[in-house]
Structure formats: C-alpha cells, structure tokens
C-alpha cells in the first residue's frame, strides 16, 4: 500500500532502511542481490561507474539460477554491466505466492532509492508497474512479456509463438512414435502461445500428430513456473503414455521435465535460454534443442536506450525477423534436418506461414 510520506527524502530514507532490511533477511519475498557475485544476499551495489545510471531488476519467481527466463534477464544485464557506464544494479527477487502489493513495494523501493531505468521481468508485474510508473513518472519503467501502457513503460515482447512453431516442427520430425507432449508452468495467454505454436509446427510435418498438453498451475497460482516436482511428474505421464519428446514451457519447473526424460530414456525441448547449455549436467543430453526467447537482447538493447537517451515508451516486439526468437543447435541433435526447420523459419518471416498465438 503506498504511504504518504512527509517529505521526499524521509521517502528515500525510509526506502532504503527497508531495502537494507530485506538483504540481510533470508525470510524476506525480496532478496537483494550483489550483481558482482551473482546469487549471494547483500545490499551491496556493483562497482560505480561515474555518472551511469542505477539499474533496479525485479525477477520473477525463480529468480537467478532458474537456469532459463530469470537467467536470460540477468545476461542482458551482465552485458550492460560490461559495455555500458552503469553506476550500479539492485535485483530483487519474487517469492512464491506473493500479492501484487509485494510486486508494488518492490517496483516502489528501487524508483523511491534513486533506480533509473527499472526493469520488471515477467507479467505477473502487470498491474503492479502501471501503478508505480504513474508514482515515478521521470522514471523509466520496462517490462518484459506484457504491454502495459504509460508514458514512460517500455513493453518487451516477444513471437513466442513462431519460435515454439520451430521446434514444434523438430519435435514431429525427430519422434518415432507420431506422439509429443507439451507442459506449460501456468495456464495463461503467454504460455498459451508457446503450446499453440508449438502444436502448428509438429503438425505442419505431420497433421495427425498426437500432442499431449499439460499445465502444472492455474492462476492466480503461480507456482507452476518453480516447482520441478510438478514438472516431472507431468512429463512422467507423457512418456509414460508413448510420448518420446516433450517441450517444456514453465520457468524453474522445466528441471524436472528433463528429469524426467532422462529416466524415460526419452527427449525434452528446452525454452528461453539454450538450455543444453545452462540445464544441469547431468540431463543435458536429453535436450535436443530450445526454443531461444532472447531476453538478454531485449534487457540490454532497453539499457542502451537509456543510456543513448533514445528510450520510447510503447512495445518493441522481438520476432523471428527481428532475431528475438529461434531454436538451438547446441549438441547436433537436429543437424539433420537443420534444413528443413530453416525453410520453414525463412516461410515465417516472409509471411508464407501466420502462426497463430491463441
């Protein structure tokens, strides 16, 4: 609930004592993060650099290490960290649950403690951004997967849906059963759109392809997107029922749909990041390619927005013709038929094939 203050800087004196509560309370839905070793809980900002300015993240649930959405985000901003003049970062971090009065406290303590640009990941901060940006309003506000409007949000978006077409079609053309599953974290129009691309691209290949679709959680629960137990046990089913490949469209919880690949002697698709390359170890080779959301482009093309002074409020949308979205190659896992998905991604930007979102 936003609190009247007496002056603005009671405000930022009373922010900041609150922030540096939150770094030194584990229990706390906001962990602040010293970026120069990422993971760690401190209230201590990256090394300045004269006159740049202070970047404020708020991650989704998951947050750094959910070795997909949350982490994209953080590349973008390691790499405006290492090419651009940013005086220092603040990230803070979602918990399981939350209301969006928590999302608004956290939006509210990094523009309240001098944060310019602020950066929101994920559109859980929907309403919670429009409000805090109408408080802030020299504050530029971007956040990523959803357009909400105000002078002074950047909305970054992405064609989720012709990237999950892509590896969609690798999925029909890589399974030997004629049967593919998809399990997405939360039942809501975004990850709709990665299970309806998803499904145009197998069947494309194939039209009477059998696709399995699974949702761990239903909003307003969220916890689909950070619980690999659910993950596993949703892929379990599939192969369980003659699926040899599923794609896995649900944050922290993709872990465990991995997992269970492994055991199933099976293969899974990862999202967001190419996670035959961030996944762990030991279930790597399972996945046989990711559909690659380049969250890190979009967080660091906004940085350099602001930073050149060419930031514009309204949606910067990333598609397959702008390189916002693809499929990886890591591994060699579709070399062979690397051909044919081309054709069908230079189809897409031609405007040969519409992929429908919903």
Request: proline share 4%; hydrophobic share 40%; glycine share 12%.
């Amino acid at each position: 609930m936003l609190r009247d203050h007496a002056s603005k800087l009671a405000a930022t004196a009373a922010a900041g004592a609150m922030l540096m509560a939150v770094a030194a309370c584990g229990g706390s839905s906001d962990t602040g993060t010293d970026t120069a070793t990422p993971g760690t809980s401190s209230a201590a900002s990256s090394a300045p650099a004269a006159g740049g300015p202070k970047v404020g993240l708020a991650y989704d649930i998951g947050g750094r290490g959910d070795q997909s959405f949350n982490d994209a985000a953080a590349a973008g901003l390691e790499k405006g960290k290492a090419e651009l003049k940013i005086s220092e970062t603040k990230e803070l971090e979602a918990s399981p649950g939350e209301t969006g009065a928590q999302k608004e406290q956290r939006l509210r303590l990094l523009a309240q403690t001098g944060h310019n640009p602020i950066i929101a990941v994920g559109f859980a901060y929907s309403d919670a951004i429009k409000k805090v940006a109408g408080e802030f309003p020299d504050t530029k506000f971007a956040i990523i997967d959803d357009a909400a409007a105000g002078p002074n949000i950047s909305n970054l978006v992405f064609a989720e849906n012709e990237g999950s077409f892509l590896v969609g079609a690798a999925a029909a053309l890589k399974s030997k059963k004629g049967h593919i599953g998809f399990v997405g974290g939360v039942q809501v129009p975004l990850i709709k759109k990665f299970e309806v691309g998803y499904t145009k691209g197998a069947q494309a290949v194939k039209p009477d392809i059998k696709v399995d679709v699974k949702y761990l959680t239903q909003p307003p629960d969220f916890g689909g997107f950070n619980d690999p137990a659910k993950g596993k046990t949703a892929a379990q089913g599939m192969y369980d029922a003659g699926a040899d490949i599923v794609y896995q469209a649900a944050g922290g919880s993709g872990g465990g749909v991995f997992e269970a690949a492994k055991a199933a002697g099976a293969k899974a698709i990862g999202v967001d990041s190419d996670q035959a390359l961030t996944a762990d170890p030991s279930v790597r080779d399972v996945i046989m390619t990711s559909m690659l959301k380049k969250v890190d482009v979009a967080v660091f093309d906004f940085l350099k927005s602001f930073v050149d002074g060419t930031v514009k409020a309204g949606a910067t949308t990333y598609d397959l013709k702008a390189g916002g979205v693809d499929y990886s190659t890591t591994g060699g896992q579709v070399d062979d038929i690397k051909a044919k998905l081309d054709e069908y991604k230079q189809k897409i930007v031609n405007g040969e094939i519409t992929v429908p979102s919903q």
